[in-house]
């Protein structure tokens, strides 16, 4: 509300402060015009002796009045659309504030959570924001400053018994509001649940669209999603029926103390101490008293609402940071890229060790292969040098820097990753492949598809480079993704490259291909390759077999196949199941081709039809 860094917005505070405070003090004229034309109209001009001579006449004093509501109305808009600058910079500060935290989070939080529950909560949270700065700055404090003022003209022209009776009601009013306030509480945070599961549910369902089509089970996904609205219709109901009784108490407690200051004005009225436009200023004033009541009421509820709406908002800004760079960390210095594991050890749950220990050198412009069965520690190996999680024990550096005393930014930009799931943002090709150096021209865009030997398929496109990609990429197959993602990484030109599983989802034509270009992206530069299948890492400098988080065998290719062991029986299982896979694709085209295959291999027989 206060930004140290704008005093264009204090300036703005300052005067929506004093506008604010103008019109409640206009407002409180209006009764008294009210008064005094019904006093003129009565000819009882007794009772104007405040009033100059020209105000006298019963139609000057009307639009004295309807000018001063104008004149009122007119600072309330002004004190609105100087403070609405002031409550959206705080908004959009807070929501900046939440997505930065979140990117900085680490990748375990990331994992664990729930996408479309997650967009809810920061969608209620921003709202919530808007409806506190909205309601505390431009209704509470004038609502506060209102009663002081209407206490103090009661007060003094009416008496204490008036007074009285006013200041109980309104403290009936409040305090009745509060508690069946406080009791919708809890039956709108159970809305919101309610509302942040169907919502996972649907962004859920929708994102494995296809799963759910492969598995028919369209009814079954309709049926958890109708599960979670009917609590959320449950719990809607609830509070509108709440809502219904609240309003009902408020307008009885309300009602009684109106009644009871409207009987006291017509006695004395009637006993001649009171003008026909006491009374009616005593109605007028506590019409205009509503006003703000009511507002008691609103302003707590959309207060507390607005609490119960950012509540898990802030409770994300207390998630604390699990890595972050140490005070007055340096950059990287960049140099010839060699990385080095020594004696890491390494677990995400202290009971289950996933490195036990390792160490190995990659140097520079060198290519080191990473195999092993699945579990044994290979993607973690590249997660730990990109630092999405610390190490327990040992050291990890880049060019003899141990990556938990360089900065993160600096770090990873030194970095290029080819996974084997790529996940594109919903937009062009273009911004895909320039995703991986946003500055890039045009021109370095098509250079770094053509090295990628994707450009003949985008020229294809009716689109060019402007085509949209789908949700995750999905409108492009596995091999046009993959090859956006190896464009990606040549524009980002890092020093080191990390392949981890890259070709592993793809056909092995297809792998063939992406093969070739990876080969390309990787000269001359340091590259680990995290891999599944072993042909792609035959040409590697040294293959490091990993075993249940320990290093079973090192070596070349030729060295591990000579020595017999765990490459060697991995080798032979996966070269058999892609011959068998072959002689399958075989007898596939031969079928196409209508000619019937009498004689079959008990390998195709395995593999079934």
Same mark, same amino acid.
């Given at each position: ?57 019963? #139609? /000057?004093?009307? +639009? ?26 705080? !908004? ?11 990117? *900085? ?14 967009? $809810? %909560? ?27 003022? !209407? ?18 009601? #309104? ?6 509001? #509060? $508690? ?32 759910? &089509? ?6 079954? @996904? ?29 307008? *009885? ?8 200051? /409207?009987? /006291?004005?017509?006695?004395? +009225? ?9 009374? +009616?200023?005593?109605? *007028? ?34 998630? =604390? ?12 210095? =960049? ?9 890491? $050890? ?17 140097? =520079? ?37 141990? #990556? ?13 990753? +080819? =996974? ?17 150096? !946003? ?5 370095? !865009? ?19 480079? &402007? ?80 075993? @249940? ?18 490459? *060697? ?25 209508? %000619? ?14």
């Amino acid at each position: 509300m206060w930004p140290a860094d704008r005093a264009d917005l204090k300036l703005r505070v300052i005067w929506a402060s004093f506008f604010l405070v103008a019109a409640k003090l206009v407002l409180l004229m209006v009764p008294f015009f009210f008064k005094w034309a019904t006093d003129a109209l009565a000819d009882d001009g007794a009772a104007q002796p405040y009033l100059p001579a020209f105000l006298l006449a019963p #139609v /000057m004093l009307v +639009v004295a009045y309807n000018v001063v509501r104008l004149v009122q109305w007119g600072f309330n808009q002004l004190r609105d659309a100087l403070f609405a600058r002031v409550g959206q910079h705080a !908004v959009r500060q807070l929501a900046y504030r939440t997505f930065v935290h979140l990117h *900085a989070l680490s990748l375990r939080f990331h994992l664990e959570r729930r996408t479309g529950g997650l967009s $809810r %909560v920061i969608e209620r949270g921003v709202k919530g924001i808007e409806t506190i700065v909205r309601f505390t700055i431009l209704n509470t404090v004038p609502t506060i400053f209102e009663f002081a003022l !209407v206490a103090v003209v009661f007060g003094f022209f009416y008496g204490l018994t008036y007074l009285a009776v006013i200041a109980a009601t #309104v403290w009936a009013y409040t305090w009745f509001t #509060v $508690r069946a306030s406080d009791w919708r509480i809890a039956i709108r945070k159970e809305m919101n649940d309610s509302d942040t599961d169907a919502n996972t549910k649907a962004v859920d369902s929708l994102l494995n669209f296809e799963t759910v &089509k492969y598995f028919n089970n369209e009814a079954m @996904e309709a049926r958890r999603f109708d599960r979670s609205m009917e609590r959320y219709e449950s719990a809607a109901t609830k509070t509108w029926t709440s809502l219904g009784w609240l309003n009902f108490g408020q307008g *009885a407690i309300f009602g009684v103390g109106m009644t009871a200051i /409207m009987v /006291m004005s017509a006695r004395e +009225v009637m006993a001649g101490t009171h003008t026909i436009g006491d009374f +009616v200023f005593v109605n *007028a004033m506590l019409m205009q008293l509503s006003v703000p009541l009511n507002f008691i009421g609103f302003i707590y509820r959309e207060i507390r609402q607005g609490l119960t709406d950012i509540e898990q908002m802030f409770d994300l800004l207390d998630v =604390p940071q699990e890595i972050s760079d140490r005070p007055g960390a340096p950059d990287l210095v =960049p140099g010839q890229g060699a990385i080095r594991f020594e004696d890491v $050890r390494f677990s995400y749950d202290a009971s289950r060790p996933i490195l036990k220990g390792i160490s190995f050198e990659v140097p =520079p412009g060198k290519t080191v292969a990473i195999v092993g069965p699945s579990g044994a520690g290979k993607s973690t190996i590249s997660r730990l040098l990109f630092r999405f999680y610390d190490i327990q024990e040992g050291r990890i550096t880049i060019d003899g820097q141990d #990556v938990r005393h360089v900065t993160q930014k600096s770090l990873r930009a030194a970095i290029g990753m +080819v =996974p084997q799931d790529t996940v594109l943002f919903n937009d062009t090709i273009a911004y895909n492949i320039r995703y991986g150096r !946003v500055d890039a021209t045009d021109e370095d !865009v098509r250079k770094a598809a053509d090295l990628a030997q994707i450009s003949g398929f985008i020229g294809q496109l009716p689109d060019g480079y &402007k085509a949209m990609v789908g949700e995750r990429g999905l409108k492009l197959s596995g091999g046009e993704k993959q090859r956006v993602a190896i464009a990606r990484t040549i524009l980002k030109a890092p020093p080191i490259l990390i392949l981890d599983e890259a070709t592993s989802a793809l056909d092995t034509h297809t792998e063939q291909e992406i093969q070739s270009a990876l080969d390309l992206v990787s000269q001359g530069r340091t590259t680990l390759v995290i891999a599944h299948r072993l042909s792609t890492v035959i040409g590697a400098d040294e293959i490091i077999v990993l075993k @249940e988080g320990l290093i079973a065998e090192r070596g070349t290719h030729r060295a591990l196949l000579d020595a017999g062991g765990l490459y *060697a029986a991995m080798w032979d299982r996966q070269r058999e199941a892609t011959e068998a896979e072959e002689r399958l694709r075989r007898a596939r085209e031969t079928d196409e081709m209508g %000619v019937v295959v009498r004689r079959r291999t008990p390998e195709i027989d395995a593999l079934g039809d």
